[in-house]
């Protein structure tokens, strides 16, 4: 039972163009957020987190919007750069638990 | 600054065959954790530990034991590795705070049943 699900396994953009990720979950449990990059041959590295309380968190070309009563949050990247291209996961965790249930992640392609 | 280092990078082993995944990380972290990697399953937890001496089972735990005797180590192994268990294996850790705070992770392992 996948309870954090990205249903678009990939996407391909434009460089200067908006990137879209999308991220839900079932459990409404979950209270905080955060969003990976990954390259291959390397781990994960973190971009940015959310918590329920916020609706939208910013950082730099990263912008991450949470929608509680949709179980939806998404990730914005804008402009997006050819350096931009790989796979993004989106991770879920209850506060206090430290258990991350992460996604099935979105490879991106930023095209030059 | 190493971060979290994992050992080794790759393995191929036979099916009933046993090996150890070896994470380390010089951070002070309290936090460890062991993921897989696989084509449309994302990263699913294994078993975490939030301290030397604990460990706790995450999503998919069967067919594998960790142990937590150093805050530094975190050790993952297979008794009887099975062609299931191919797999990229991601380790990481991470620091107590109020809110949740990232993971840390290693660069993976590769590991091969056959």
């Known amino acids: 039972d996948q309870q954090v699900k990205q249903n678009s396994p990939s996407l391909s953009v434009q460089e200067g163009r908006i990137s879209i990720l999308n991220c839900d979950y079932t459990n409404s449990m979950f209270d905080y957020f955060l969003w990976y990059k990954k390259y291959p041959a390397e781990g994960p590295t973190f971009l940015i987190s959310i918590s329920s309380i916020k609706d939208k968190n910013e950082d730099g070309r990263f912008t991450v919007f949470l929608n509680k009563s949709a179980k939806h949050l998404s990730l914005h990247i804008v402009p997006s750069q050819p350096g931009d291209s790989a796979v993004y996961f989106c991770a879920a965790t209850r506060i206090g638990t430290y258990k991350y249930i992460f996604g099935t992640g979105t490879r991106l392609k930023v095209l030059a | 600054n190493a971060g979290v280092t994992q050992t080794p990078k790759f393995r191929v082993l036979k099916t009933g065959q046993s090996m150890t995944l070896l994470c380390a990380q010089d951070?002070?972290?309290?936090?460890m954790y062991w993921y897989r990697q696989d084509p449309g399953m994302g990263l699913r937890l294994i078993h975490y530990s939030v301290g030397e001496g604990t460990t706790a089972k995450g999503e998919v735990p069967d067919g594998y034991n960790v142990s937590r005797l150093k805050k530094q180590n975190f050790l993952l192994g297979l008794e009887s590795a099975a062609p299931s268990q191919t797999s990229v294996y991601f380790c990481?850790?991470?620091?107590?705070?109020?809110?949740?705070?990232?993971?840390?992770f290693g660069n993976g392992t590769r590991l091969t049943v056959t």
């Open positions: 951070m002070n972290h309290e936090y």
């Open positions: 990481a850790s991470s620091y107590p705070t109020n809110l949740p705070s990232p993971l840390h």
